[in-house]
T-cell receptor, first 114, second 116 residues
Framework: ETGVTQSPTHLIKTRGQQVTLRCSSQ?????VSWYQQALGQGPQFIFQ???????GRGNFPPRFSGLQFPNYSSELNVNALELDDSALYLC?????????????FGPGTRLLVL | AQSVAQPEDQVKVAEGNPLTVKCTYS??????LFWYVQYPNRGLQFLLK??????LVKGSYGFEAEFNKSQTSFHLKKPSALVSDSALYFC??????????????FGQGTTLQVKP
């Protein structure tokens, strides 16, 4: 296994609500990226955190935000949920400066917005 | 804009036969190309990459990929498919200007089905 865990595995919310997804990275991995994978699509980069600071962002609105903690865990927060936010959310952790292919992906959290 | 396309939603092959999963790309500058595999309820797993050098790159589980600059393609191949290769495969390109970070642009994925 990759050593990257995500919780919860599944989640159902209603439109307008807020959600927090969690990721626990491998020890020492100070870089975490979040991706959104809609059904039938490839993952889309949301943002990356390095040493608790946002370090790059994809084409996602500000209602998508994140936090990274010193214990190598991180959160993805989504406010004002919309139906189109229904997707599999993946986190991936790595050591800063290491090749991108060394990042490890978690199994994802599947979010359904009704 | 950088992009990756996987023209086939699904590829079906018989076990023991060679397989090809197609990928074309559009990038500015030199491409950094990757293949990942996704099994149900598991995270993406890295298979192989092309950065520079030989056009034929070898990766995990017997997979290889051929980089073709003139055709802007990076097709994934395996000489002899296994039933256990059945999964969802993604081609990806590293986002220009992202440096050596985890900012990847993925194709839409191709489901590989290997029949016994």
């Amino acid at each position: 296994e990759t050593g990257v865990t995500q919780s919860p595995t599944h989640l159902i919310k209603t439109r307008g609500q807020q959600v927090t997804l969690r990721c626990s990275s491998q020890s020492g991995h100070n870089t975490v990226s979040w991706y959104q994978q809609a059904l039938g699509q490839g993952p889309q980069f949301i943002f990356q955190y390095y040493r608790e600071e946002e370090n790059g962002r994809g084409n996602f609105p500000p209602r998508f935000s994140g936090l990274q903690f010193p214990n190598y865990s991180s959160e993805l927060n989504v406010n004002a949920l919309e139906l189109d936010d229904s997707a599999l959310y993946l986190c991936a952790s790595s050591l800063e400066g290491q090749p991108v292919e060394t990042q490890y992906f978690g199994p994802g959290t599947r979010l359904l917005v009704l | 804009a950088q992009s990756v396309a996987q023209p086939e939603d699904q590829v079906k092959v018989a076990e023991g036969n060679p397989l090809t999963v197609k990928c074309t790309y559009s990038v500015s500058g030199n491409p950094y190309l990757f293949w990942y595999v996704q099994y149900p309820n598991r995270g993406l797993q890295f298979l192989l990459k092309y950065i520079t050098g030989d056009n034929l790159v070898k990766g995990s589980y017997g997979f290889e990929a051929e980089f073709n600059k003139s055709q802007t393609s990076f097709h994934l191949k395996k000489p002899s498919a296994l039933v256990s290769d059945s999964a969802l495969y993604f081609c990806a390109v590293r986002w220009a200007g992202s440096g050596n970070t985890g900012k990847l642009i993925f194709g839409q994925g191709t489901t590989l089905q290997v029949k016994p």
